[in-house]
């Protein structure tokens, strides 16, 4: 069974730096197959896509408010996903989450626990 596990969040002041890791495990085809991204969801608010990977590590997309700011990559050798944050503002706080799928397989979904972070002086 496909699992998933973020670290790396915590408690960071405005202007500074967070990465965020999602390490991946079970996979039956490979990981490289799969699609990577990451959510997060503020409290009372709905889930949101923040940036996503494709497979080979080639192709990424961002959400217009972390464009220029977050940087998402992988490596494949290791099953691990990154989400590099630089100057994080409060709005970035949320609970975020590691997200793993197959092109065009909904089912193949699968989401990590969260890891919280927490933009604040």
């Known amino acids: 069974q496909v699992q998933l596990a973020e670290s790396g969040g915590g408690l960071v002041q405005p202007g500074g730096s967070l990465t965020l890791s999602c390490v991946g495990s079970g996979y039956v085809f490979s990981f490289s197959w799969y699609d990577m991204n990451w959510y997060r969801q503020a409290l009372g608010k709905e889930r949101e896509l923040v940036a996503g990977?494709?497979?080979?590590?080639?192709?990424?997309d961002y959400t217009d408010s972390v464009k220029g700011r977050f940087t998402i990559s992988r490596d494949n050798a290791k099953n691990v996903v990154y989400l590099q944050m630089n100057n994080m503002e409060p709005e970035d706080t949320a609970v975020y989450y590691c997200n793993s799928r197959l092109p065009f397989d909904p089912n193949s979904n699968v989401w990590g626990q969260g890891t919280q972070v927490t933009v604040s002086t």
């Open positions: 990977i494709g497979g080979s590590g080639g192709s990424t």
